[in-house]
């Protein structure tokens, strides 16, 4: 760990015994993130020019995006001090709308981009949701203060977030964040109605139940739900006092939060998993947006726990360079973390975590008394079955396993090909200590098949269930193998998975059907740095050979070099192989074989038996059943919804 590189007040272990943060400290922490961004302003201040390889989409639209992503930290730092800005950030934005609205398209120093399609030159309108949202949060202070002309001209390029076409997800909460705007301004109109309406029908389509929404159509879960597409809806119903709408959209972020607040670990990190995870503290936005508009299952105490953990955790981990700029990466900078449309200020969407900062000094989210995060209670599992996931929490080490059974990042339109296999939704597990391995190296959490030396790719993945009982849970899965090297697929192959978690052992059992003789299958567990604190085991149960480890050169988000054991197996046919996973930062975590006492499989049932308590875990194949029993109690765990075979 190392300093912050901006000065924060004293820590008050008396109000925050876990992260001694305060709202001063957030206070502090947006003026140094926005002090040393604006270092790099153009002198019209309309673009930050933040130092960096470019994205996608060019210097120009970065720039952009420098100014936008940083208004958001500045209006709620403003807007959450009813006006106080004692370093003049308003003037500055005020500035920059003005020159780059001017002559906005003009290839200039300073001209803003216009706002296309998000197949020619869509990135600006992902930036216009921040203007947006940051003019209505600072409209008495910065908008109303603007001369008509700029106003009309800042209008103008805003509207064109509402007359071209964003990407299919949730970009179209952009124009409605615009719209929502341009309404409370008194400059709505039937445009602005129908982009509202849009994106709300849209929520409605995306929505999986259980709190969760997939990003777009097809099956993405991941942190867009907390960052997108939960905040937008429910700070727009908080900031225009819509009653129906932040009850309806209320209640949604209110359940989401009753499993995601169990997705971060004691150590404050959220969970590494998904797309744009630059965005690092962004991942508390959803839970200071539930204590802001009180929709929230939590404590005000638990909520400041969860958001100045996640962000302590990454200032303390260098996120922020000596320059004080955020870096794109995890900890420092990490290429393997990031996407083709990122950009060096792209990071800077961690601003949405600074939604906190709406509630006001007396607020119960910063009066009252941190207490622990969901976490840092007793050994949880939690099962997921809309989006396919389980969450599995460990006390004794504060790490919180998250088990993939539904979420892929596959459109429905893309064909099943290992070109749209992804490291950060393709992997059977990931945690809040660990990253995946990249995409060059031995896949880590992976259940591979070798057919004539190539090795398969997850893909589509098609859950068959979740659920959990009071110490127990269990999800399962099925896909189809596809080579990046060789055909694409193997006809009638297919793989299905099932994980059970208890405490922090992870029992893993993968049934393989239709595999064609000389099939080599290869089981890997979690990767992890030989000499840390964090460490991985993995025990073949049934039909696997012994282990070995295998070396990740590149490394992960948390670690510059990894290694990560494997087993393998010869399969023909169908065959059930099974296996006894393990993630943990107890000192002395001790073996895993003495952890089951037995292992029976007979035809399409598996049966396993713990040997702590006595209790068996049986799953059965066709129709897939998964039952824990004592000698006391059954437990059947059961989905209910039709199975996708």
């Known amino acids: 760990m190392t300093s912050t590189p901006f000065r924060l007040p004293p820590e008050d272990r008396t109000a925050s015994p876990y992260t001694g943060y305060t709202r001063a400290h957030w206070e502090a922490s947006a003026d140094g993130l926005l002090d040393a961004a604006w270092k790099w302003a153009t002198p019209g201040r309309a673009l930050l020019d933040l130092p960096g390889r470019p994205s996608r989409s060019g210097v120009r639209s970065d720039g952009l995006e420098g100014y936008a992503r940083t208004f958001l930290t500045a209006a709620f730092r403003v807007a959450g001090a009813e006006g106080g800005d004692p370093h003049n950030w308003l003037e500055r934005y005020a500035d920059g709308l003005t020159a780059g609205t001017r002559t906005a398209g003009r290839d200039d120093a300073e001209s803003w981009p216009l706002i296309l399609d998000h197949t020619v030159f869509g990135q600006p309108m992902v930036e216009s949701a921040s203007v947006a949202i940051g003019l209505r949060l600072t409209r008495p202070w910065l908008w109303d203060r603007l001369d008509g002309a700029t106003q009309d001209r800042a209008e103008e390029w805003l509207r064109g977030a509402l007359r071209h076409t964003p990407a299919p997800n949730n970009w179209y909460l952009f124009p409605f964040s615009v719209a929502g705007f341009l309404e409370s301004a008194g400059r709505g109109d039937a445009e602005t109605a129908r982009a509202r309406q849009r994106a709300l029908d849209l929520l409605e389509v995306w929505y999986r139940g259980e709190g969760w929404y997939t990003d777009g159509d097809g099956r993405a879960f991941d942190h867009y739900n907390g960052w997108a597409l939960h905040l937008y809806p429910v700070l727009d119903a908080y900031l225009s006092g819509d009653a129906e709408l932040s009850a309806h959209h209320g209640a949604r972020l209110g359940e989401h939060l009753e499993s995601f607040s169990l997705m971060f670990g004691g150590d404050g990190a959220p969970l590494h998993f998904g797309r744009s995870l630059t965005y690092r503290f962004a991942a508390g936005a959803a839970v200071g947006m ?234 890997t567990g979690w990767a992890t740095d030989p000499g840390g604190t964090v460490r991985s085991a993995l025990h073949g149960l049934y039909g696997w050979a012994e282990p070995e480890d295998v070396r990740a050169p590149q490394g992960t988000a948390f670690t510059r070099w990894a290694v990560l054991p494997r087993l393998a197996a010869d399969v023909e046919g169908t065959d059930v192989l099974v296996a006894l996973a393990s993630l943990t930062a107890e000192p002395a975590p001790g073996p895993l074989a003495p952890v089951v006492s037995g292992v029976d499989v007979t035809g399409e049932t598996v049966a396993v038996r713990w040997a702590d308590d006595g209790a068996t875990t049986r799953i059965g194949f066709g129709p897939l059943e998964v039952t824990t029993t004592r000698e006391t109690e059954s437990v059947n765990h059961l989905n209910g919804k039709p199975q996708d075979r």
């Open 290 to 523: 539930g204590a802001v508009s009180g929709h929230t299952p939590l404590a005000p105490g638990v909520s400041r726990r969860l958001i100045s953990g996640s962000l302590r955790y990454f200032l303390e981990r260098g996120s922020a360079g000596d320059d004080g700029l955020l870096s794109l990466g995890w900890h420092g900078p990490h290429d393997a973390t990031l996407q083709v449309y990122s950009g060096p200020s792209s990071p800077y969407w961690a601003s949405k975590a600074f939604v906190a900062l709406l509630a006001p000094q007396g607020h119960p989210l910063w009066a009252a008394v941190e207490e622990p995060a969901p976490s840092e209670g007793p050994d949880r599992v939690l099962s997921l079955p809309s989006p396919g996931l389980l969450v599995q929490s460990t006390r004794a080490d504060g790490i919180v396993r998250l088990h993939n059974h539904g979420s892929d990042h596959v459109r429905p339109h893309e064909s099943e090909t290992a070109d749209v296999s992804d490291p950060l939704y393709a992997r059977l597990a990931y945690s809040t200590a660990t990253g995946p391995t990249a995409s060059t190296n031995t896949a880590d959490n992976h259940l591979a098949l070798r057919i004539e030396g190539f090795r398969s790719s997850r893909v589509r993945i098609h859950p068959l269930g979740a659920g959990h009982g009071a110490d127990w849970g269990w999800a399962a899965s099925w896909h189809r193998p596809v080579f990046p090297d060789g055909p694409p697929t193997w006809p009638g192959l297919r793989v299905e998975s099932v994980t059970v978690v208890r405490g922090r052992y992870e029992l893993r059992v993968h049934r393989i059907l239709g595999a064609p003789a000389g099939t080599r299958a290869e089981l």
